[in-house]
């Protein structure tokens, strides 16, 4: 609303396997998903264990294919 203190609504989303923020988890992710599978990887470790691995796949998997609506 412009006034200090005032509110401010800021649209965001993150879907696991989103690599690239296009609200769409698509062969394009899968191919960036492939690039760091064994590693260390931020965007697709899914369970938090500091490595991309067969159960983050199966994680990514269940994603893949979905798409957010604006």
Known sequence: DGLPAG???VPFHRLFGD???N???NAADFNA???VY???SLIFDG???GQVSASD???FRLR???TLLP
Do not use: P
């Open 19 to 21: 690599s690239d923020g």
């Open 7 to 9: 509110d401010r609504l």
């Open 23 to 25: 609200r769409s988890v």
């Open 64 to 66: 893949y294919g979905t």
């Open 38 to 40: 064994g590693s260390a």
């Open 33 to 35: 998903f492939r690039l």
């Open 47 to 49: 369970d938090g264990d």
């Open 57 to 59: 796949f199966n994680l």
